[in-house]
């Protein structure tokens, strides 16, 4: 891991998202870039010798200036010299455009402050990071409100025993053990549901992994967000990571995705890998 980026909006939540930014960068010995995104007002030109364009471009880099020493100010009050710092500031709609940037700038990983569902409009449309998550092809780290950083030393890896998911193991794990952490592959299976066989993939992985902190928990149950968040609750667990993958907005409706929810309402850390479709 070489790049991290850590959105910008100047919230109380980007603060606290910026604790696990500079932790997970340090762990890497990786750059963090902050991000902010603007955007920039229609206005009518300045007068009749000088076009609209001109004009909104000049409005641009004059955003663009002030949003960069924002940055800068913000980067020395809350994250210091303890990692290499750069910085960007980019027109436009705020989830696009950070997926974008991850895809032009070989970025890592992102990491995201949200306040979760705070209105029902966010509970139907969703907020920046659940929508992040889905356009992003770079796994997400979400850090809901109130979290603090408190060294992350329990990781659970919520699995559907899906073959699409093993390539994702290594980085969950890799990335865990930089902490210390202790893992956790987790399966919830539905009672009366299909009884799934043993993933071969994930066996085979947690015994090449036989050393250290790393086992495999099944929990039965009625519902797997219930039983997931029990687990989560009952055994304090720190951080959450889950696959995802895009779905359309017919298949959204009738499938809720579990990060989104986890996005919307969850109380840890949530790392989120984004499924390629096959």
């Known amino acids: 891991m070489k790049h991290i980026l850590l959105p910008i909006d100047f919230s109380e939540e980007a603060i606290t998202a910026a604790q696990f930014a500079v932790e997970f960068a340090s762990h890497s010995a990786s750059d963090l870039v902050l991000l902010t995104v603007f955007e920039t007002p229609l206005m009518p030109p300045s007068s009749t010798f000088v076009s609209r364009e001109m004009t909104e471009e000049n409005a641009e880099d004059r955003m663009e200036h002030t949003a960069i020493e924002r940055l800068k100010a913000f980067a020395q009050t809350h994250i210091g010299n303890r990692v290499p710092t750069h910085f960007a500031a980019v027109e436009g709609s705020p989830a696009s455009t950070i997926a974008r940037y991850t895809r032009e700038h070989d970025i890592d990983l992102v990491v995201l402050g949200t306040k979760g569902a705070t209105s029902w409009g966010d509970r139907f449309r969703g907020t920046v990071s659940s929508e992040l998550m889905r356009k992003s092809d770079v796994p997400c780290l979400i850090i809901p409100q109130g979290v603090s950083w408190n060294g992350l030393t329990k990781w659970v890896f919520a699995t559907d025993l899906r073959s699409d998911e093993t390539p994702y193991f290594t980085a969950f794990a890799d990335w865990g053990e930089r902490f210390g952490a202790r893992l956790t592959f987790l399966h919830v ?89 096959n």
Request: aromatic letters at 6%; glycine letters at 8%; proline letters at 4%.
């Open 189 to 277: 299976h539905l009672k009366g549901g299909i009884e799934h066989e043993p993933h071969p993939a994930l066996d085979a992985f947690l015994t090449a992994r036989s050393k250290g902190d790393t086992g495999q928990v099944r929990l039965e149950g009625d519902d797997v967000q219930t039983a997931l968040d029990g687990f989560i609750r009952s055994q304090g667990q720190h951080l959450l990571a889950l696959t995802t993958q895009t779905h359309t907005l017919l298949e959204q409706f009738f499938h809720p995705s579990l990060a989104r929810h986890e996005a919307l309402h969850g109380e840890v850390p949530l790392l989120v890998f984004h499924r390629k479709h």
